[in-house]
């Protein structure tokens, strides 16, 4: 009778695997009803109880079996009546799980599925925080960055905000994790504010306002070294050389250097800058 249990438990996670392939567990065919208390998303940690009830034509259920995963559940199950029967978990810490449960019904040889159902268990959004924004020189784009704080395990969106100091307009971007915004699509002027608010099937969070100034965030673009000359003099000098890629003017390069077997950045003892071109010597 084991032996004939255990290839029927093989049965019912096949024929669920089946469904998942073709939809997820929600779109099986129903004989009855499963339903989560307090939500099929809840916070996790929580304890909820899962119910199932049963509506097979020509059935008393004898038996009512909830599996996870496809793996029978052996404890924490109450008959509630005659169709119904409830599962009791205490400190559910699974971000996701696939629930469903069957029927022994009397002259039938093998459970028939009643209804299935997905759970998941999360937190809701901390207050996003370190909002930064930056335009990286010939990008085309403001790249805004936040901290989102710790991690959900459910399903969370952010809406970044930007509005204009000079118009009042206001965009707003959705996003799961950074944006990349067109400057061509910030007509509003110069000046903004910049926040962002997350929010889950659990709660919403918003971060405080960014004021920028688009001039201001402008990220030069990086030099690029043309190359090395060293001078064997009394003491020895290598002076490094290297092109501005930048139009943005005032702008000043700082060199730094390192051994290969050395963990430490120094700083030359001096840099000097001719036009476009500009060198460091190092020694």
Known sequence: MNQVTIQWDAVIALYILFSWCHGGITNINCSGH????????????????????????????????FYKNGIKERFQITRINKTTARLWYKNFLEPHASMYCTAECPKHFQETLICGKDISSGYPPDIPDEVTCVIYE???????????????YIDTKYVVHVKSLETEEEQQYLTSSYINISTDSLQGGKKYLVWVQAANALGMEESKQLQIHLDDIVIPSAAVISRAE????????????????????????????????????????????HSNMTHGILG
Not at 38 to 62: D, E, H, L, V
Not at 261 to 271: A, L, V
């Open 34 to 65: 499963i339903w989560v208390e307090p939500a099929t998303i809840f916070k996790m940690g929580m304890n909820i109880s899962i119910y199932c009830q049963a509506a097979i034509k020509n059935c008393q259920p004898r038996k009512l079996h």
């Open 138 to 152: 010939y990008s085309g784009n403001m790249t805004c960055t936040w901290n989102a704080g710790k991690l959900t």
């Open 230 to 273: 060293t001078i064997n003099a009394t003491v020895p000098k290598t002076i490094i050389y290297w092109d501005s890629q930048t139009t943005i003017e005032k702008v000043s390069c700082e060199m730094r250097y390192k051994a290969t077997t050395n963990q430490t950045w120094n700083f030359p003892r001096s840099h000097q800058k």
